[in-house]
């Protein structure tokens, strides 16, 4: 019994002391990961390494308010208002930056006067009524304006706007009751609020911008780019499958991948739309850019990347066609499949440097063909009996490519539209 | 001149007087609208009125601090803190309130702590390197905080919380500059900070709660069944269709496009499983409820949604295929669509109400056998030898069908997987 003891607390020595022999192997390694995690989100977006830097530096200008008698004098602990305000409208984009900074400023002044108004409303009823005006109206002003956030047109654009007015009002008209000094608080307040919306935009601004314009821009290229790259791998690999039944399926899968960011581009697109509307013109981006057009293309481009997904099925799928059927209708589908690669590819290009050709996409109209061409050759046969099993995978192949091409249509009237919206250059490229 | 000048003027003067006479006009029709806008809000979720109203009510009760001299003299001014508090904490649901909570109150606490460290440390210093080191300090903390924001795993629950970080940290460390009080101004932020969470967070469960975990269970549901009444509404209107050609294609159309809402429901599923992540037990789901599966349900339904919307294309397609054809293949995609849809409308009641069958569903396996004997029969033929475009189209249906069938599948799966990782119960209905 004595000995069991004695080798239990053996064991739960033993335990222990490999416990804190691993105590600081495993505090390194998680250090480790974690500084190798840091390097890899710097190194994906150096942008983010400057952002971090240029939000310490507003912080530690704003409270330079607090430093220097000069400055301190005018606004005394209100300062902090100035502090805070950097810290909360300070975003990664600038159009974010400044439609966070725009809605705190009116916020504040529509709900420092409102909050003004009641306490003067308040203050004549005499001391008695004065708490109960003032708890009616803050409850029944913050419960309608909370309310007014669910307005889906002005929760996009002005949902912080309201949180603040709302913030601003409760404050001023409460403090109200207490002291007497609420236009000066009030005054104080929207002051120290513009000085830190003020110093944050222009700092956000003129170090290093972030457009979210810019973001949008390549982002829609970059997506149209990605359904490119994998109709020209499509292509390659989906004949070169059938023709050699390769085990290296799942490798060339990997690579094929890459257009299912696509399919949930919407998200990011709608953020990117909305802080992009705050930016002044900037770049290559006028003012009043046709910011909604991005709009109507990220519609079609996911539109095109579900047929892609339904596609990309019978690059996985077990019912692989045979040889001879594929072979049949290869050189029309390659054909499609090649030239709506180049016309996204084109179009990306289109998009990121802003300048159209001339002449009309060929690489559009060679797809237009193929698809003709291979609709005339399927009617005029000659075509096995029987065995429409096998078929079936290489017809609804076809059928996709044929779907593809119209989408690619689409996608490219919604960016021609967008090149004559925003007035792209027009280069002249000899035919 | 002199007429023309008059006929002008009187021009001018009719224009205003029409606008003067529409303005009130005009005023009226712009609040009916929003009047109308408000009452269908409310009317499509009334919880957004009950929300509305549970704001209102905890701002109103934290105010009281201002009102009641006995509550009045623990805090002060300090008491604003409190009803900042409830205004930036309160959210519709009760995971996001706990969630923001939560955050606020921890990071104020550790954002508090590091600012009264920091600012012993600077007063150890004396008054003349005091301002510098708490200015690097601040500026040193502020941009790691800033840029750990940028860490995945950390935006998705504890962004708010560093924000709130960087503020208290920055508030502390700075009045302590001129406030030495800073222990006591930490200790009194903290507990209005925590005052106005804790009033928030009871407020928000214990009226009318709405519980995100709940709203993402009904969501998942809702989801598959939309997947499942597109399919039954398809196999009638795709073989109608092709039957009668009927002019009525286009209003069909619009009852087809229900399942859209899927395509995009990854960035709710996202938010609404971190929220109830959050939240305690409460009704059906108990603690520790395996909420990722949930992610995987949402993944699989997205896919099949993707193939729906391809199979979609063919009931608006031009290329419609000829009557025979489709009727050689209609019984067993008929089949397979019903069969699915059933699938898919008992996997979303399964969810809904947490119990499900002990017998394994039937009608998966009627659709699978459907989708050999549709094989089978295309194997077989007899079949018209050329026009082998008038058949593709319905190959094509035919053929994402049967992935139809394999992602149903795929969904049954993970539905029970949830049922058996949150144990729902299981009902014995008879065969």
């Known amino acids: 019994m004595a000995s069991e003891q004695n080798q239990e607390k053996f064991r739960g020595l033993k335990s222990a002391w490999s416990f804190l022999k691993g105590f600081p192997g495993g505090i390194v390694n998680a250090v480790v990961s974690v500084a190798r995690e840091a390097k890899k989100l710097g190194k994906d977006d150096s942008r983010r390494i400057v952002h971090s830097f240029k939000v310490g530096l507003a912080i530690t200008i704003v409270s330079l308010f607090y430093y220097f008698d000069f400055l301190y004098d005018g606004f005394g602990v209100s300062a902090m208002w100035a502090v805070i305000t950097v810290v909360v409208v300070f975003e990664f984009s600038v159009g974010a930056t400044i439609g966070k900074g725009v809605n705190r400023g009116i916020a504040t002044l529509v709900g420092g006067v409102l909050g003004v108004a009641v306490h003067c409303l308040a203050s004549v009823t005499g001391k008695h009524a004065e ?21 889906p047109q002005l929760k996009a654009r002005y949902d912080y706007g309201l949180l603040i007015f709302i913030l601003t009002f409760c404050l001023i008209s409460v403090s109200g009751y207490r002291d007497d000094e609420v236009i000066e608080m009030a005054h104080t307040r929207l002051s120290t609020v513009a000085i830190g919306s003020c110093a944050t935009v222009l700092i956000c601004i003129f170090i290093c911008p972030v457009w979210a314009g810019e973001d949008l821009h390549n982002f829609t290229a970059d997506n149209i780019e990605t359904l490119g790259i994998f109709l020209e791998d499509f292509q390659g690999k989906y004949f070169e499958t059938t023709n050699d039944k390769s085990e290296e399926n799942e490798e060339n899968q990997d690579s094929l991948d890459g257009y299912k960011v696509v399919l949930n581009s919407k998200g990011t697109e709608d953020s990117l739309i909305n802080f992009a509307k705050w930016e002044p013109r900037h770049g290559k981006f006028k003012y009043r850019h046709p910011w909604d057009q991005y709009v ?108 593809i091409v119209s989408s690619t249509i689409k996608i490219s009237d919604s960016v021609s539209q967008l090149a004559s919206l925003s007035k792209f250059k027009t280069c002249n490229i000899p035919p």
């Open 296 to 403: 109507k293309i990220g519609k079609s481009t996911r539109e095109c990347a579900y047929k892609i997904d339904a596609l990309n099925c019978y690059v996985i799928s077990e019912m692989q066609a045979p040889v001879e059927i594929p072979r049949k209708i290869q050189e029309p589908c390659s054909t499609m499949s090649l030239e709506c690669s180049q016309t996204l590819k084109e179009l990306a290009t289109v998009i990121k440097k802003m300048t159209r050709s001339s002449i009309s996409d060929p690489h559009i109209k060679n797809a237009v063909i193929a698809a003709k061409s291979l609709k005339s050759m399927m009617q005029n046969g000659p075509w096995p009996e029987t065995d429409l099993l096998n078929l079936i995978p290489a017809a609804t192949v076809a059928s996709l490519l044929i779907e």
């Open 131 to 151: 708490s109960i005006v003032l708890g009616l109206s803050v409850f029944l002003i913050s419960t309608a304006a909370t309310f007014i956030r669910f307005f």
